[in-house]
C-alpha cells in the first residue's frame, strides 16, 4: 500500500522524530512510503482565526500537492480533521470543483492511529515499552475527526505498558492554537488542571497523538519541573 507522509508544521519543526518514527512504523507494516516535498501547513491556523480567503489558497495547494497519493497518513488529529474542513471552504457555485477535490483528499486522509486500526486493520505493532502512563485525546482528533478509540486500542498490545485512566480526560489541555496565545491566562489554568491530573495518575509518561496538545504539556511540565516524560503516540509504538 502507497502512502505520502503529511508531516504537519509543528511536526516538521518542533517534532521531527515523530516523522521518522511514522514512516519506520509504516514500512515495517509493508506500507511504501512517500513524502511530497511541496506540502505546507494545512491552513488550520488561518481557518481558526477567520482568514478564510487565505485559507481556501493553502487548501487548494495542499489539494493539488496530495492528489495523486492512494492514502495520506498524519501523526496528528487536529491536521487531519483541518482537511476535512476543506469541503466547508468552498460552497460557492463557482467553487464546486475544489468541493469535490476537497472531499477526495479527506477521504483518503487519516490521522496515524486511525490508519492503522481502520485501514491496515493492526492493532500489535511489535512496540515494547516499560511504563506506567496516561494517555490525553486531543479535542480536535476526537470531536472533530472522531477518532476515539484506535490509539487505546494498539497501546493496549504495546508489551509492558500499563495505561491508567486520565481523570477528566476529556477537558482540552488549553492550547487550542492561537487560543494560548490569545487567551494566555485561561490557557494556563486549562494546563495547569491538566497537569494535576497526569500527576494523580501516577503516570511516569503522558501519551497523546498531537504535537501542539503535546507541546503545551511538555512545556508547563518542564516549567513546574514535574517528573513526566512527554511522548508522542508514535514515539511509542516504534519503542523497541
Known amino acids: 500500500m502507497k502512502v505520502s507522509l503529511f508531516i504537519t508544521c509543528l511536526g ?11 514512516v519506520e512504523i509504516l514500512e515495517r507494516l509493508g506500507c511504501e512510503v512517500d513524502f511530497p516535498s511541496a506540502q505546507t501547513c494545512c491552513g488550520q491556523p488561518a481557518y481558526n482565526s477567520g482568514y478564510h480567503k487565505e485559507t481556501k489558497e493553502i487548501a487548494k495547494h495542499m489539494i493539488r500537492t ?14 487531519a480533521a483541518m482537511i476535512h ?8 457555485e463557482r467553487e464546486e470543483e475544489w468541493r469535490e477535490k476537497a472531499r477526495a483528499l479527506a477521504g483518503k486522509t487519516r490521522e496515524l492511529t486511525q ?3 481502520e485501514v491496515l486493520k493492526v492493532e500489535e505493532v511489535g512496540a515494547c515499552l516499560k511504563a506506567k502512563a496516561t494517555y490525553h485525546p486531543s479535542c480536535h ?15 493496549r498490545r504495546v508489551e509492558g505498558l500499563a495505561v491508567t485512566p ?3 480526560a476529556q477537558d482540552c489541555c488549553g492550547f487550542g492554537g492561537t487560543f494560548a496565545v490569545k487567551m494566555v491566562p485561561i490557557s494556563e489554568q486549562m494546563v495547569d488542571e491538566k497537569v494535576q491530573k497526569v500527576e494523580e495518575t501516577g503516570a511516569e509518561v503522558l501519551i497523546g497523538s498531537d504535537s ?16 513526566v516524560r512527554v511522548m508522542h503516540i508514535a514515539q511509542v509504538l516504534n519503542s523497541r
Request: glycine share 12%; net charge positive.
Open 85 to 92: 474542513e476543506y469541503d466547508q471552504l468552498f460552497q460557492g
Open 166 to 168: 486520565l481523570p477528566n
Open 115 to 117: 490508519f492503522l486500526v
Open 141 to 155: 482528533m476526537t470531536r472533530l475527526l472522531g477518532v476515539r478509540d484506535a490509539p487505546m486500542k494498539l497501546l
Open 66 to 79: 496530495f492528489e495523486p497519493a492512494e492514502y495520506v497518513v498524519t501523526p496528528s488529529g487536529s491536521c
Open 212 to 227: 501542539g496538545c503535546l507541546m503545551n504539556i511538555a512545556g508547563r511540565v518542564h516549567r513546574k519541573g514535574k517528573p
Open 12 to 22: 516538521d519543526l518542533f517534532y521531527p522524530g515523530v516523522g521518522k518514527d511514522t
